[in-house]
């Protein structure tokens, strides 16, 4: 995100769509901070666990990813922070600082935590088995900010699941000269500009300035 409002600076771009982004994208990690915060009492001296670096699924960018503000955001609260990413974490390692310990599969990311952060789409992680990582963490907490697991069957294992907020059906005055707006997706942990078809990801349930039935129709 850094690097795109750079660059938009430096050909006289309007930047208040990036820089709302940009906003957002903080504002979202900072929610994602406080929820972890809200399970756990604090997140000082708590181990935490993140699934997923890039911004959305099937890239290896970690540009605009709330998850890398969220891992930020968690070292400066007291944390220690595992993580795991498919294909970003050379990417990310640019980005953050050495206090990160990179895994080398989710199961990996899960041992030992008191939370364990779904923050980037990748289905694979539907896919995961479950009662192997309830027996690595810490505390069975897995906060699903993608909403991408069956947290029914999470619960029934013994899971504390928490999710985000669904989408709302969008109203007529929310769609005006459709052609010729912006769009700020949070998708995949992060916010991106375009249409909907950018988005990248299976059923991601992604909020936006408008919802996903507004933007189907751009």
Not at 75 to 88: E, I, K, N, Q
Not at 98 to 105: A, H
Not at 118 to 126: K, L, S
């Amino acid at each position: 995100m850094e690097s795109i409002t750079g660059l938009a600076r430096e050909n006289h771009v309007d930047l208040k769509v990036l820089n709302a982004a940009r906003e957002v994208n903080l504002k979202l990690a900072g929610r994602l901070m406080q929820k972890v915060a809200d399970a756990l009492n604090t997140v000082q001296n708590k181990d935490v666990g993140i699934l997923g670096l890039a911004f959305k699924p099937n890239t290896n960018s970690v540009a605009g990813s709330a998850s890398l503000q969220l891992a930020q955001n968690l070292l400066a609260g007291g944390a220690r922070v595992r993580a795991y990413d498919p294909v970003a974490i050379p990417d990310a390692r640019l980005q953050l600082n050495g206090k990160v310990k990179y895994c080398e599969s989710a199961y990996g990311a899960a041992e030992g935590v008191d939370a364990l952060i779904v923050a980037t789409g990748w289905p694979e992680f539907r896919t995961l088995d479950f009662t192997k990582i309830r027996h690595l963490v810490k505390q069975p907490i897995i906060i699903d900010t993608k909403n991408l697991l069956d947290s029914s069957r999470l619960r029934a294992m013994g899971f504390q699941v928490m999710g985000v907020d669904g989408s709302r059906p969008c109203r007529a005055s929310e769609v005006r000269n459709p052609a010729a707006i912006a769009i700020i997706v949070i998708c995949g942990g992060s916010s991106s500009i375009g249409r909907a078809s950018d988005c990248g990801s299976d059923g991601c349930g992604f909020n936006s300035r408008l919802p996903p039935q507004c933007l189907s129709e751009l």
